[in-house]
């Protein structure tokens, strides 16, 4: 069962900061936050993840909340190509690593 | 550099045929993984792979579905008697195994049954 929820669809205007929420009350002390996104016909790709600092790298930045309970993706200045389904994933830390994937949001970037 | 190659990257099998599904993870990965996913789901796991040793195999569906992974490197996903149900986009990521190393995924072999 997947242990994050997250809105099942989202716009977001071209050129604006996409932030995209992520519920998971249920996160163990040493669990990682995942995320992907998967644009349609291709595989999922990886995106960040962290633990509880706030992360940043060349696509996006994760903001973890201090207790851990909810966390934030924030792609900057969204482009018609980030037109995708962004999947939340709480990483399961003692089954070999393997990712339990939710429904996603499905974000649309508008021109 | 290289990533996952899947391949064929469409297959149409009728129902009851053998289908075979190759993955050649990226080079040096440890761990490997097979996902399935449905249209307009998110992708579900079937198996992972440590090396060549199959250490979880709690997400296939059947005894119809078969993984290998020989020599540590190459994967192949079997599907025996194939049925409509079986019809998805098959997924394989790997990983350098250690520590938190994300999945690394290809873009998945597309296989329609009729």
């Known amino acids: 069962d997947a242990k994050t929820t997250q809105p099942t669809s989202m716009d977001c205007a071209e050129g604006r900061a996409a932030n995209l929420p992520c519920n998971h009350s249920?996160?163990?002390?040493?669990?990682?936050v995942y995320w992907y996104r998967q644009i349609h016909s291709q595989g999922p790709q990886y995106i960040i993840h962290g633990l509880k600092n706030n992360e940043t790298n060349e696509m996006a930045s994760l903001i973890i909340t201090e207790d851990r309970k909810s966390s934030t993706l924030i792609l900057p200045h969204a482009t018609l190509r980030d037109t995708a389904v962004y999947y939340c994933i709480v990483r399961v830390d003692n089954q070999g690593g393997k990712l339990i994937f939710g429904q996603g949001t499905e974000l649309s970037v508008k021109p | 550099g290289a990533g996952v190659s899947q391949s064929p990257r469409y297959k149409v099998a009728k129902r009851g045929q053998d289908v075979a599904l190759r993955c050649d993870p990226i080079s040096g990965h440890v761990s490997l993984f097979w996902y399935q996913q449905a249209l307009g789901q998110g992708p579900e796991f079937l198996t992972y792979f440590q090396n060549e040793a199959q250490l979880d195999k709690s997400g296939l569906p059947s005894d119809r579905f078969f993984a290998e992974r020989p020599e540590g490197s190459v994967s192949t996903l079997k599907i025996q008697r194939t049925q409509q149900e079986d019809s998805a986009v098959y997924l394989c990521?790997?990983?350098?195994?250690?520590?938190?190393?994300?999945?690394?995924f290809g873009n998945g072999t597309r296989l329609t049954v009729t």
């Open positions: 249920t996160i163990s002390g040493n669990e990682y």
């Open positions: 990521a790997s990983s350098l195994g250690f520590g938190n190393s994300p999945l690394h």
